[in-house]
């Protein structure tokens, strides 16, 4: 039998926790199929953040951008939720509160079930106008496939993805939640980020500040493994589903 990642006291801790908080990241959804952004086969290996990632690149290209999370928009529709996912929303089921704060802009764990999401980057399944802030309805964006930018069918304006480039605020109220998330936990996981973007990457150490119990699954240890009580060493979708059949054996 091959021996569990994870300590025993992980489970234990997670089985009499009151509440439990989730960071997660790209990692998470990366045995759905859809690309992480830093590690070798990201996505910014194949394109660069400075041209895609921030308003200022949508402005000199809106075409060029909208098109670009039009095509993720399809892949995220298209892939469903893995065993991680699923796992987490199970975890969500056998404790009295958890909460999963998440980076993705997949809608992956809302599709599993997880109850209590904070989208902290926004979420690729919406768009809204720059100018109105008119949510985008089907058929906005029908523009792109003729070769122009989305515009606004009311004032014009440029149609936007939903989700937060660097040098933007997030989404109001979404870090207040986390943070409240972070300081009340009993247990933290953090999964599948690299934790080098803030503010997420701070809530891992503000759990901690507040007495949690913290953990990282990911394949490799990430910027802050040497913060945590615990590394869990290896892919979501495997340990996560683990992690919650030992809880279950406790509880
Ligand atoms: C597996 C796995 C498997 C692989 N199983 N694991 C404090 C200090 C320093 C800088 C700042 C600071 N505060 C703010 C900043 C600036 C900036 C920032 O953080 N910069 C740093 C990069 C230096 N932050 C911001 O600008 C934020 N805004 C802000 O703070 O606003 C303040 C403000 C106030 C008032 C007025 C105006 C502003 C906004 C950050 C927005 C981030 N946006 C992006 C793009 C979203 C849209 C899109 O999808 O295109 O969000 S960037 C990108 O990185 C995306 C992600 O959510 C985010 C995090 O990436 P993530 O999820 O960690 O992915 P990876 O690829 O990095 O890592 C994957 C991990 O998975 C790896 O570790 C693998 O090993 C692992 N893995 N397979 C488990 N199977």
Known sequence: MTAQPFSDEL????????????????????????PTFRDEDGL??????????????FLDNPQLVQGWYDHRRDIATEKTPND??????ALGDLV??????????????????S??????????TRSYCMECEREARPGDLDALAEGDAARCPECDGLIR???????ERLPEGAMERAGAAASDADVFLSVGTSAVVYP?????????????????????????ADAVDEVVLGKA??????????????A
């Open 237 to 250: 979708g495997e340990t996560l589903p683990a992690l919650v059949e030992a809880m279950r054996r406790i």
């Open 115 to 124: 109850e209590t999401v904070v989208e902290l980057h926004g979420n690729l």
């Open 44 to 57: 910014w290996e194949q394109f660069d953040p400075k041209e895609l990632a921030n308003v200022e690149a």
């Open 11 to 34: 489970p234990r801790r997670l089985a009499r926790a009151e509440h439990v908080a989730v960071l997660t990241g790209a990692g998470v959804s990366a045995e759905s199929g859809i």
């Open 200 to 224: 997420a990457a701070g809530l891992p150490v503000t759990a901690k500040e507040h007495g949690a119990y913290v953990a990282e699954v990911n394949v490799e240890r990430s910027a802050i």
């Open 161 to 167: 993805p939903d989700v937060v480039w660097f040098g």
């Open 96 to 113: 009295p509160t958890c909460t999963v704060v998440t980076q993705n802009v997949d809608n992956l764990h809302q599709r599993a079930g």
């Open 84 to 89: 991680g996912h699923e796992a987490l929303a």
